[in-house]
């Protein structure tokens, strides 16, 4: 599968934005799509994710903000963000794998990046 993550851009404190993971090439309900984003001098680290299945997990920091969903017509899983924060200023990436559900919070489990997309959030 191919991953191209967009949406992002430019907001201020309490906003809300939606990002797009559209698979390009393959079919996206195949894998279990993850969100990841990395804050200028951190790691990457867990947002959330989209189970083949229809499962979703979410890193504590985001959970109640933040909702992944899918739609398999589109060939896209989206990530949306609501009540955002400074905090939540990153790049983020859609990623996809067939890793069992357990482990898909694990980054070197994903085999399949998209490229980033930037999400800043103003005070």
């Known amino acids: 599968v191919q991953l191209q993550a967009s949406g992002g851009g430019l907001v201020q404190t309490g906003d809300s934005l939606t990002l797009s993971c559209a698979a390009t090439?393959?079919?996206?309900?195949?894998?279990?799509i993850g969100w990841f984003r990395q804050a200028p001098g951190k790691e990457r680290q867990f947002v959330a994710a989209?189970?083949?299945?229809?499962?979703?997990k979410y890193t504590d920091p985001v959970k109640g903000r933040f909702t992944v969903s899918r739609d398999s017509a589109q060939n896209t899983v989206y990530l949306r963000m609501n009540s955002l924060k400074p905090e939540d200023t990153a790049v983020y990436y859609c990623?996809?794998?067939?890793?069992?559900?357990?482990?898909?919070?694990?980054?070197?489990?994903?085999?399949?990046w998209g490229q980033g997309t930037l999400v800043t959030v103003s005070s």
């Open positions: 990623a996809g794998t067939t890793v069992i559900w357990g482990r898909v919070t694990e980054e070197d489990k994903y085999s399949y």
């Open positions: 989209f189970g083949w299945s229809g499962n979703t």
């Open positions: 090439i393959g079919t996206i309900r195949r894998y279990t």
